[in-house]
């Protein structure tokens, strides 16, 4: 298990990262969010060791990172900013980590490189960016670490690039149970990944939720009445976060359970109604406009 907590880090005038405190189980996948400056890759190299905290704690087992080699062989970091030893091959790369980590698989590697297509002996620095991210990616999953830190991993991947690594990733939490921690600017590549979510914002945690409580929490439905309705009466005691009306058609969305709301509804003698399936995006809408925030403004 990861621990952060009140983790605070400051560059000059610039507070990176303020009082940030998180939990990170052991077989989840921590999608960490917010846009570019939010605090993502400072947070994670404060998790990686390569940063001191200012103050606070992060711990991993309940080792401390920072200088402590015992912790730092738990995990194996990927930076949006790779960075490769001056005209090294992969193969000096896999031959660099299996001195660094003694679990490094250098067969799995082999045939993860040909499956990538990717040249073992030719310079990484003739590779494109997408070909660089693949190599961390498969340095990262051989090394067999208990953690794997992410930053935009997916970030320059084309499509069938990505799907091919979150399966990797997927066969690695269900296999050995895995640990990744995913910082990105983008919902939408998190969501069919991760179990868990948290939302930086200007150094600090918004909010930080289970994917599958969020989603079993917050439902949105679109129904038609007969005749006209107190929207509020309909849905006595149950807060509504979002209501919308074209025409005849209500469109609302509600914190509670499926059942509840749809019983509620059904009460009314509605015309017409369905329950529709909420995208993360939309829950982060939902649950940051709540708090006082525009998400839209926060991510894409």
């Known amino acids: 298990m990861i621990e952060a907590v009140n983790v605070s880090k400051q560059f000059d005038k610039i507070k990176a990262v303020d009082q940030i405190t998180a939990t990170i189980r052991e077989g989840n996948v921590f999608g960490l969010v917010g846009t570019n400056g939010a605090g993502k890759s400072t947070f994670l190299r404060m998790l990686s060791g390569i940063l001191k905290p200012d103050s606070g704690s992060i711990k991993i087992d309940g080792m401390d990172v920072y200088e402590n080699i015992k912790a730092k062989e738990l995990f194996f970091y990927i930076s949006d900013d790779q960075y490769f030893f001056s005209n090294a091959t992969p193969k000096d790369l896999k031959t660099y980590y299996q001195i660094a980590y003694s679990g490094f698989d250098g067969g ?3 045939n993860l490189m040909k499956q990538f297509e990717l040249d073992q002996h030719r310079k990484i620095n003739t590779f494109s960016k997408g070909m ?6 498969i340095c990262g999953i051989c090394a067999n670490t208990k953690y794997i830190f992410c930053d935009e991993t997916f970030d320059g991947l084309d499509p069938v690039m990505r799907q091919a690594v979150k399966s990797i990733f997927a066969k690695e939490i269900t296999e050995r149970n895995m640990t990744p921690v995913i910082a990105s600017h983008n919902l939408r590549e998190l969501e069919d990944i991760c ?6 914002h200007k150094g600090g945690i918004l909010f930080s939720k289970d994917l599958f409580d969020m989603k079993l929490s917050i439902h949105k439905v679109q129904c038609v009445f007969q005749n006209e309705v107190d929207i509020n009466q309909v849905f006595e005691n149950i807060e509504l976060l979002k209501t919308e009306k074209r025409g005849s058609l209500y ?17 009314s003698n509605p015309v017409f109604s369905e329950v529709l399936p909420l995208t993360l995006e939309e829950i982060f809408i939902s649950e940051t406009e709540v708090v006082g ?3 839209k403004k926060l991510i894409l």
């Open 108 to 110: 799995r590697f082999d």
């Open 132 to 137: 660089k991210k693949q190599v961390s990616i």
């Open 195 to 200: 179990d868990h979510v948290g939302l930086l």
């Open 251 to 267: 469109t609302i969305t509600a914190r509670g359970t499926s059942e509840e709301i749809t019983k509620r509804i059904a009460m």
């Open 293 to 295: 925030y525009d998400i």
